[in-house]
């Protein structure tokens, strides 16, 4: 397949933070996991140990479906930066929940303690019953959009401006100064593949993260997202979930999957289909996020079986390479049992992916 501006960069690699406990399929199968801190700073050294660029953290204000205990976000993520050297850490954000001037504070310092190595993820939110919990007004899901536009162009201003002028419909800076300012920009990653969302990353954010799909569902997503962005002089890097499951044989990996459908919780699973028909079913075009779930699909709480890294190490190498033809520049990665198939992915998977990156570059070369 030709190339479709695909990246000279090696394409990068993240995983998912469990700090919400229940790991990342809602199935009552065996999964090594824990959302513990020690667990956690064990997998982030072994993370970065074995060649991952970044770790999301996610944010969660209440149970549902699976995810009883929820550790917050920021903190968390300071928690992990502290006990790493390179490894890059997202902290996910919820704007309603936080104010600008609060995160831009909060990760200013951590800026500062980490040689900066944090970066923000802004989600618009899938949860009302989170949102009413906390007595924050739902917003309609446009809505959410224009107000986590306005939360991204605030966060520029505060981060990058000496002194801050705002008036927007959400929020309003009067001559503010943030001292110190961040060591360095945090890139600004969004989630989130509704028409809205991609309109916002076209115009506002550094990454785009979009739930697991095929090549052909990501590069719909890529040439809308990139047509957009320039007109608006602007440029969106693209990150896919994917659930991966690398074993020695594809037999081996696809029965993983099987048993881990089999034993899904099928009220768990109604009950996630049913909140998320809030996010991206909620949007005009219903085009965004789980807007064509199947039930297989919802067990893995971002489609993650949909882009496929199910298999041998090699075919999971070609399926990235494949993704990347398409312009895909992360991948973020979810697993059954972290601290193991963390390390097993890093030795098996990624130099696989080095190697079929270079031999490519060759090939353009030489061509
Ligand atoms: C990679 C990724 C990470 C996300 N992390 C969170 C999170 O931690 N907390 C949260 O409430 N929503 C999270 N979301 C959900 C999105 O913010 C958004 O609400 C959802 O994708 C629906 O948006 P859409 O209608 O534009 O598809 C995440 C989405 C993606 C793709």
């Known amino acids: 397949m030709a190339a479709h501006g695909a990246s000279r960069e090696p394409i990068k690699f993240a995983y998912w933070v469990p700090n919400v406990s229940g790991g990342l399929v809602i199935s009552s199968i065996e999964q090594r996991t824990s959302w513990d801190i020690d667990y956690n700073r064990k997998l982030a050294q072994i993370a970065e ?21 929820q550790h917050e976000s920021v903190s968390f993520s300071h928690a992990l930066l502290a006990a ?38 802004i989600v618009s939110g899938w949860f009302r019953g989170e949102f009413h919990a906390i007595g924050e007004p739902w917003l309609d899901h446009d809505e959410r959009y224009r107000r986590s536009e306005e939360f991204i162009r605030v966060l520029r201003g505060v981060w990058g401006e000496e002194s801050f002028d705002f008036q927007g419909d959400f929020y309003r800076f009067h ?19 509704s028409r809205a969302a991609r309109d916002m990353a076209a115009r506002a954010s550094d990454w785009y993260f979009t739930n697991g799909n095929t090549p052909e569902g990501i590069r719909a ?14 440029s969106v890097k693209i990150g896919v979930n994917a659930f991966a499951i690398a074993r020695d044989s594809e037999a081996e990996a696809r029965a993983v999957l099987d048993q881990i459908v089999e034993k ?22 219903r085009e965004g996020n789980w807007a064509k779930s199947t039930f297989e699909d919802l067990v893995q709480y971002n489609d993650g079986f949909k ?61």
């Open 84 to 121: 790493t050297e390179r490894l890059q850490v997202i902290a996910a954000i919820l704007p309603g929940p936080w104010h600008p001037a609060l995160l831009a504070k909060q990760i200013a310092t951590i800026s500062h303690l980490t040689e900066a190595r944090i970066h923000v993820n």
């Open 264 to 285: 899904a919780i099928p009220e768990a699973v109604a009950g996630f289909h049913h909140e998320v028909q809030n996010a991206g079913n909620a949007s005009p075009e």
């Open 307 to 367: 882009t496929d890294l199910i298999g041998t190490p090699r075919q999971i190498a070609e399926r990235i390479v494949a993704l990347k033809d398409v312009g895909v520049d992360l991948v973020l990665l979810g697993f059954l049992h972290f601290q193991e198939e963390v390390e097993f992915f890093g030795k098996n998977v990624i130099p696989l992916v080095r190697e079929l990156e270079a031999r490519r570059l060759e090939n353009a070369s030489a061509a």
């Open 221 to 234: 997503q890529v040439d809308d997202i990139r047509a957009k962005a320039a007109g608006h002089g602007h």
């Open 49 to 69: 140990s074995v060649g991952f660029d970044f770790a999301l953290t996610q944010i969660r204000f209440t149970a549902g479906y699976g995810a009883d205990n």
């Open 175 to 193: 001559d503010y100064v943030l001292k110190p300012k961040p060591l360095a920009p945090p890139l600004i990653f969004q989630g989130g593949s």
